[in-house]
């Protein structure tokens, strides 16, 4: 078993729905990151929570530390945010273990 | 902004050849890490760096060697390239001590 697993694994909806990506992890961790992978390879940080939840813009990530479960929601989807999404928990001080990412396809 | 640079984007190689990845960053981190990617398999670490001269093998080393001879610079060798290591390569760095990680564009790497 990944110590971080992610669903779906591929993920196709119309413009506008509402998107859950889910992602669980096996270690015990401090904090956990969403990251965007664009078509081309570039991947940039979304998110790093510990608590609660975190908004930008239609992006929005919630974590339960308790029950080791994160998503990530995108409101009102656009075709622009097709991306492949990954989540990430820490391993050790310096590292990261990276869930298999979800691919996201919004067709307008 | 911090900028982590690779060499190449696409680099199709012949099957026994000597690959060279170069991944240049320019934010004075000490950590920096080799990836690849496979679908369904997500990033794999091969490689980690945390100082000149420091390196430390990550889960899938076998087949792979690094460098690391100046701080802003960490490079990946294929001793002798095989089809199994076609393979989208992203290289990351971060300060010491964090686990927010910086990445590069990514090299794919076809060998036939």
């Known amino acids: 078993k990944n110590e971080v697993e992610q669903s779906p694994q591929n993920l196709t909806a119309q413009e506008g729905e509402f998107i859950t990506i889910n992602c669980s992890y096996s270690?015990?961790?401090?904090?956990l990151h969403w990251l965007q992978q664009h078509p081309g390879g570039g991947i940039v940080s979304l998110f790093m929570?510990?608590?609660g939840k975190k908004k930008h813009g239609r992006l929005i990530a919630t974590i339960n530390i308790q029950e080791k479960h994160s998503s990530l929601h995108i409101t009102a989807s656009h075709p622009r945010d097709s991306a492949v999404y990954i989540c990430a928990a820490p391993r050790g001080a310096q590292k990261l273990v990276f869930g298999q990412g979800t691919r996201l396809t919004i067709n307008p | 902004d911090v900028k982590v640079t690779q060499s190449s984007r696409y680099l199709v190689k012949r099957t026994g050849e000597k690959v060279f990845l170069e991944c240049v960053q320019d934010m004075d981190h000490e950590n920096m890490f080799w990836y690849r990617q496979d679908p369904g398999l997500g990033l794999r670490l091969i490689y980690f760096s945390y100082d000149v001269k420091m390196k430390e093998k990550g889960d899938i080393p076998e087949g792979y060697s690094v460098s690391r001879e100046k701080k802003e610079r960490f490079s990946l060798i294929l001793e002798s390239a095989s089809t199994n290591q076609t393979s989208m390569y992203l290289c990351?760095?971060?300060?010491?001590?964090?686990?927010?990680?910086?990445f590069g564009p990514g090299t794919r790497l076809t060998v036939t």
């Open positions: 929570l510990s608590s």
């Open positions: 270690v015990g961790i401090s904090a």
């Open positions: 990351a760095s971060s300060l010491y001590g964090s686990v927010e990680q910086y």
